[in-house]
Protein backbone atom coordinates (compact mmCIF):
# COMPACT_ATOMS: atom_id res chain seq x y z
CA UNK A 1 0.00 0.00 0.00
CA UNK A 2 2.35 2.33 0.92
CA UNK A 3 4.08 2.36 -2.57
CA UNK A 4 1.64 4.49 -4.09
CA UNK A 5 -0.03 7.73 -2.58
CA UNK A 6 -2.76 10.48 -3.81
CA UNK A 7 -2.44 13.73 -2.93
CA UNK A 8 -4.45 15.59 -1.52
CA UNK A 9 -7.35 13.14 -0.31
CA UNK A 10 -9.93 15.04 0.16
CA UNK A 11 -10.71 18.66 -1.57
CA UNK A 12 -13.55 20.82 -1.85
CA UNK A 13 -13.07 23.35 -4.87
CA UNK A 14 -15.55 25.94 -6.57
CA UNK A 15 -16.87 25.97 -9.87
CA UNK A 16 -14.21 26.91 -12.52
CA UNK A 17 -11.55 26.77 -10.25
CA UNK A 18 -8.41 24.60 -11.30
CA UNK A 19 -7.41 21.45 -9.52
CA UNK A 20 -4.35 19.44 -9.29
CA UNK A 21 -4.50 15.91 -8.03
CA UNK A 22 -1.14 13.92 -7.23
CA UNK A 23 -0.28 10.17 -7.71
CA UNK A 24 3.04 9.89 -6.08
CA UNK A 25 4.91 5.82 -6.54
CA UNK A 26 7.50 4.55 -5.00
CA UNK A 27 7.53 1.15 -7.00
CA UNK A 28 9.45 2.25 -10.20
CA UNK A 29 6.20 1.02 -11.97
CA UNK A 30 6.33 2.31 -15.80
CA UNK A 31 2.26 2.62 -16.18
CA UNK A 32 0.15 5.14 -14.32
CA UNK A 33 -3.58 5.76 -14.54
CA UNK A 34 -6.45 8.26 -13.24
CA UNK A 35 -9.62 6.67 -13.29
CA UNK A 36 -12.81 8.27 -11.83
CA UNK A 37 -15.10 6.50 -9.82
CA UNK A 38 -19.27 7.25 -9.77
CA UNK A 39 -22.15 5.32 -8.64
CA UNK A 40 -23.50 3.32 -11.27
CA UNK A 41 -20.83 4.15 -13.64
CA UNK A 42 -17.85 2.22 -11.70
CA UNK A 43 -14.09 2.58 -12.42
CA UNK A 44 -13.55 4.79 -15.86
CA UNK A 45 -10.67 5.69 -17.23
CA UNK A 46 -9.65 9.22 -17.48
CA UNK A 47 -6.20 8.91 -18.80
CA UNK A 48 -3.09 7.00 -18.14
CA UNK A 49 0.59 7.02 -19.07
CA UNK A 50 3.06 4.37 -20.24
CA UNK A 51 6.71 6.01 -19.75
CA UNK A 52 8.07 9.96 -18.77
CA UNK A 53 6.13 12.10 -21.02
CA UNK A 54 4.01 9.44 -22.94
CA UNK A 55 0.25 9.86 -22.07
CA UNK A 56 -2.56 9.02 -23.34
CA UNK A 57 -6.78 9.41 -23.40
CA UNK A 58 -8.95 7.02 -22.03
CA UNK A 59 -12.77 6.60 -21.68
CA UNK A 60 -13.80 9.98 -20.37
CA UNK A 61 -10.53 12.56 -20.71
CA UNK A 62 -12.64 15.44 -21.82
CA UNK A 63 -12.20 18.34 -18.99
CA UNK A 64 -8.76 17.06 -17.76
CA UNK A 65 -4.84 17.10 -18.38
CA UNK A 66 -2.23 15.29 -17.50
CA UNK A 67 1.29 15.45 -16.77
CA UNK A 68 4.33 12.60 -16.06
CA UNK A 69 7.41 14.97 -16.06
CA UNK A 70 9.57 11.78 -14.09
CA UNK A 71 8.42 7.75 -13.34
CA UNK A 72 7.14 8.43 -9.67
CA UNK A 73 4.52 11.31 -10.18
CA UNK A 74 1.56 11.55 -12.44
CA UNK A 75 -0.44 14.60 -12.35
CA UNK A 76 -4.16 15.42 -12.90
CA UNK A 77 -5.35 18.62 -13.70
CA UNK A 78 -9.16 19.87 -13.98
CA UNK A 79 -8.54 23.32 -16.04
CA UNK A 80 -12.06 24.53 -14.80
CA UNK A 81 -13.29 22.68 -12.57
CA UNK A 82 -16.89 21.65 -12.60
CA UNK A 83 -19.60 20.02 -10.38
CA UNK A 84 -20.10 16.88 -12.75
CA UNK A 85 -16.42 16.11 -12.09
CA UNK A 86 -17.28 15.96 -8.67
CA UNK A 87 -15.87 12.06 -7.95
CA UNK A 88 -13.89 9.93 -6.13
CA UNK A 89 -10.62 9.67 -8.32
CA UNK A 90 -8.22 6.60 -7.71
CA UNK A 91 -4.31 6.55 -9.32
CA UNK A 92 -3.01 3.03 -10.30
CA UNK A 93 -0.13 1.93 -11.26
CA UNK A 94 1.48 -1.47 -13.28
CA UNK A 95 4.82 -2.57 -13.88
CA UNK A 96 5.47 -5.00 -16.27
CA UNK A 97 4.31 -5.63 -19.73
CA UNK A 98 1.16 -3.75 -20.95
CA UNK A 99 -0.13 -6.85 -22.88
CA UNK A 100 0.71 -9.26 -20.18
CA UNK A 101 -1.72 -10.47 -17.48
CA UNK A 102 -0.28 -7.47 -15.08
CA UNK A 103 -1.79 -6.42 -12.16
CA UNK A 104 -3.06 -2.66 -11.48
CA UNK A 105 -2.16 -1.49 -8.23
CA UNK A 106 -4.58 1.17 -7.03
CA UNK A 107 -3.83 4.17 -4.24
CA UNK A 108 -6.10 5.45 -1.83
CA UNK A 109 -8.50 7.54 -3.67
CA UNK A 110 -8.88 11.70 -3.40
CA UNK A 111 -12.24 12.67 -3.18
CA UNK A 112 -13.21 15.47 -4.53
CA UNK A 113 -16.33 18.01 -4.43
CA UNK A 114 -16.54 20.86 -6.61
CA UNK A 115 -19.43 23.22 -5.28
CA UNK B 1 -15.59 -2.07 -28.06
CA UNK B 2 -15.33 -4.37 -25.22
CA UNK B 3 -17.92 -4.17 -22.40
CA UNK B 4 -18.42 -5.68 -19.36
CA UNK B 5 -21.62 -5.87 -17.58
CA UNK B 6 -22.62 -6.12 -14.12
CA UNK B 7 -26.18 -6.93 -13.91
CA UNK B 8 -26.72 -6.49 -9.93
CA UNK B 9 -25.61 -3.19 -8.26
CA UNK B 10 -27.21 -4.75 -4.97
CA UNK B 11 -26.82 -8.30 -3.39
CA UNK B 12 -27.46 -9.54 -0.57
CA UNK B 13 -26.82 -13.26 1.24
CA UNK B 14 -27.35 -14.56 4.44
CA UNK B 15 -23.81 -15.69 6.14
CA UNK B 16 -23.21 -19.20 5.02
CA UNK B 17 -25.57 -18.99 2.01
CA UNK B 18 -23.49 -19.45 -1.48
CA UNK B 19 -22.41 -16.11 -3.42
CA UNK B 20 -22.73 -15.87 -6.72
CA UNK B 21 -21.58 -12.29 -8.41
CA UNK B 22 -22.43 -12.02 -11.90
CA UNK B 23 -20.24 -10.16 -14.60
CA UNK B 24 -20.73 -10.93 -18.46
CA UNK B 25 -18.27 -9.10 -21.36
CA UNK B 26 -18.50 -9.03 -25.06
CA UNK B 27 -15.86 -9.66 -27.26
CA UNK B 28 -15.38 -12.35 -29.40
CA UNK B 29 -11.44 -12.90 -28.95
CA UNK B 30 -9.76 -14.36 -26.01
CA UNK B 31 -10.00 -11.74 -23.03
CA UNK B 32 -8.38 -11.35 -19.98
CA UNK B 33 -10.36 -11.79 -17.12
CA UNK B 34 -10.07 -9.96 -13.35
CA UNK B 35 -11.98 -9.27 -9.95
CA UNK B 36 -10.96 -6.66 -8.02
CA UNK B 37 -12.65 -5.72 -4.89
CA UNK B 38 -12.86 -2.92 -2.18
CA UNK B 39 -13.53 -3.40 1.20
CA UNK B 40 -14.59 -0.83 3.20
CA UNK B 41 -12.02 2.15 4.14
CA UNK B 42 -9.38 0.24 1.69
CA UNK B 43 -8.19 0.09 -1.62
CA UNK B 44 -9.11 -1.28 -5.04
CA UNK B 45 -7.24 -4.72 -5.02
CA UNK B 46 -6.93 -7.25 -7.35
CA UNK B 47 -8.88 -10.75 -5.74
CA UNK B 48 -8.75 -12.82 -8.61
CA UNK B 49 -7.76 -13.78 -12.47
CA UNK B 50 -8.70 -16.69 -14.76
CA UNK B 51 -5.81 -17.57 -16.06
CA UNK B 52 -4.48 -18.39 -12.88
CA UNK B 53 -7.54 -20.89 -12.54
CA UNK B 54 -6.92 -20.27 -8.43
CA UNK B 55 -9.52 -19.51 -4.89
CA UNK B 56 -8.67 -16.73 -3.20
CA UNK B 57 -10.62 -15.97 -0.02
CA UNK B 58 -12.82 -19.22 -1.02
CA UNK B 59 -14.01 -17.11 -3.66
CA UNK B 60 -13.59 -18.78 -8.00
CA UNK B 61 -14.36 -17.94 -10.75
CA UNK B 62 -14.58 -19.95 -14.52
CA UNK B 63 -14.33 -18.28 -17.57
CA UNK B 64 -17.30 -19.27 -20.05
CA UNK B 65 -16.23 -18.58 -23.60
CA UNK B 66 -19.35 -20.32 -24.73
CA UNK B 67 -21.76 -17.49 -22.38
CA UNK B 68 -19.19 -14.88 -22.31
CA UNK B 69 -19.15 -14.88 -18.31
CA UNK B 70 -16.80 -14.47 -15.79
CA UNK B 71 -19.11 -15.12 -12.69
CA UNK B 72 -17.43 -14.91 -8.89
CA UNK B 73 -18.93 -17.98 -6.96
CA UNK B 74 -18.19 -18.77 -3.20
CA UNK B 75 -20.55 -21.76 -1.47
CA UNK B 76 -20.40 -20.14 1.89
CA UNK B 77 -20.74 -16.04 2.42
CA UNK B 78 -18.60 -14.79 5.89
CA UNK B 79 -19.10 -11.33 7.20
CA UNK B 80 -15.98 -10.22 6.13
CA UNK B 81 -16.64 -10.75 2.13
CA UNK B 82 -18.89 -7.75 2.50
CA UNK B 83 -17.44 -5.07 -0.10
CA UNK B 84 -17.60 -3.57 -3.56
CA UNK B 85 -16.76 -6.03 -6.27
CA UNK B 86 -15.73 -4.88 -9.86
CA UNK B 87 -14.92 -7.48 -13.06
CA UNK B 88 -12.34 -6.27 -15.21
CA UNK B 89 -11.61 -7.43 -18.95
CA UNK B 90 -8.54 -6.66 -20.80
CA UNK B 91 -7.92 -7.56 -24.41
CA UNK B 92 -4.31 -7.76 -26.08
CA UNK B 93 -2.86 -4.29 -25.43
CA UNK B 94 -6.13 -2.86 -24.51
CA UNK B 95 -6.80 -1.29 -21.42
CA UNK B 96 -8.74 -2.59 -18.45
CA UNK B 97 -12.20 -2.23 -18.60
CA UNK B 98 -14.22 -2.37 -15.18
CA UNK B 99 -17.80 -2.83 -15.31
CA UNK B 100 -20.09 -0.82 -12.60
CA UNK B 101 -19.19 -2.78 -9.51
CA UNK B 102 -22.05 -4.91 -7.45
CA UNK B 103 -21.80 -4.05 -3.74
CA UNK B 104 -22.18 -7.46 -1.79
CA UNK B 105 -23.52 -7.29 1.69
CA UNK B 106 -23.66 -10.56 4.16
CA UNK B 107 -26.22 -10.57 6.39
CA UNK B 108 -25.29 -11.79 9.74
Known amino acids: DAGITQSPRHKVTETGTPVTLRCHQT?????MYWYRQDPGHGLRLIHY???????DKGEVSDGYSVSRSKTEDFLLTLESATSSQTSVYFC??????????????FGPGTRLTVL | AQRVTQPEKLLSVFKGAPVELKCNYS??????LFWYVQYSRQRLQLLLR??SRESIKGFTADLNKGETSFHLKKPFAQEEDSAMYYC??????????FGTGTRLTIIP
Open chain 1, 92 to 105: AISGVVAASTDTQY
Open chain 2, 27 to 32: YSGSPE
Open chain 1, 27 to 31: ENHRY
Open chain 2, 88 to 97: ALKFGNEKLT
Open chain 1, 49 to 55: SYGVKDT
Open chain 2, 50 to 51: HI
